[in-house]
Nanobody, 121 residues
Framework: QVQLVESGGGLVQPGGSLRLSCVAS????????MAWYRQAPGKERVLVAR???????NYADSVKGRFTISRDNARNTVYLQMSSLKPEDTAVYYC???????????????WGQGTLVTVSS
């Protein structure tokens, strides 16, 4: 089993910054990629940013230039640095990771519980 735990969400004013963290833990595993998704009230869940094991990144157009995804492979942790936050960034942010459990040769694709980011004055 592999579990993800997000942290760092909260209330922030427009123009402010937050850093989200997501830690993967559990059975011995290898992570191929990690990503952040978000789901705003009444909206579908969408990809925000993704980072591969080689640190190649992809961003949604709506966050380019404002958000930065990074990872610490040794600590199985992914971060999302969010700057110049806007009210439309308000959403529950979910961490996603995919890889392989080494002891069982099984692939995994898991999600965290989510952390709420509210951007409001």
């Amino acid at each position: 089993q592999v579990q993800l735990v997000e942290s760092g969400g909260g209330l922030v004013q427009p123009g402010g910054s937050l850093r989200l963290s997501c830690v993967a833990s559990g059975s011995r595993f290898s992570v191929n990629y990690m990503a952040w998704y978000r789901q705003a009230p009444g909206k579908e869940r969408v990809l925000v940013a993704r980072i591969s094991s080689g640190r190649s990144t992809n961003y949604a157009d709506s966050v380019k230039g404002r958000f930065t995804i990074s990872r610490d492979n040794a600590r199985n942790t992914v971060y999302l640095q969010m700057s110049s936050l806007k009210p439309e960034d308000t959403a529950v942010y979910y961490c996603n990771a995919a890889g392989r459990v080494l002891s069982t040769y099984t692939n995994f694709d898991v999600w965290g519980q989510g952390t709420l980011v509210t951007v409001s004055s």
